[in-house]
């Protein structure tokens, strides 16, 4: 694998972290959650499904990666192998989180 994809897939999975925990720590809380009329709630709705179909793939090429990089390993170097599950991690840990 080239040594400059993976270290921009873990530059971003590493940004991806650190935005997600300052957003986690700017939020109040479920005690703030303000309970929305009824178009805001259909708008959430739809976003919320809109969401799960363009992360699920994500998911699943994640999973898949993670799979024949567990499986073929011997098709691969040692390092290479680790490479790619690492890679099928921070896709799955950025599509799960993110």
Not at 61 to 79: N, T
Request: charged share 10%; proline share 2%; net charge positive.
């Amino acid at each position: 694998m080239n040594r400059q994809m993976v270290l921009k897939a873990c530059v971003t999975f590493f940004i991806q972290v650190i935005l997600s925990l300052l957003v986690w720590k700017s939020t109040p809380g479920v005690s703030a959650t303000v309970m929305g009329g009824l178009y805001i709630n259909a708008a959430r709705l739809i976003a919320a499904s809109l969401l799960h179909y363009t992360v699920m793939p994500e998911i699943k090429h994640a999973l898949g990666l993670m799979q024949y990089s567990s499986v073929y390993s011997h098709k691969f170097d040692m390092q290479n192998s680790i490479v790619s599950y690492m890679l099928g991690c921070f896709k799955l840990s950025g599509g799960v989180l993110c």
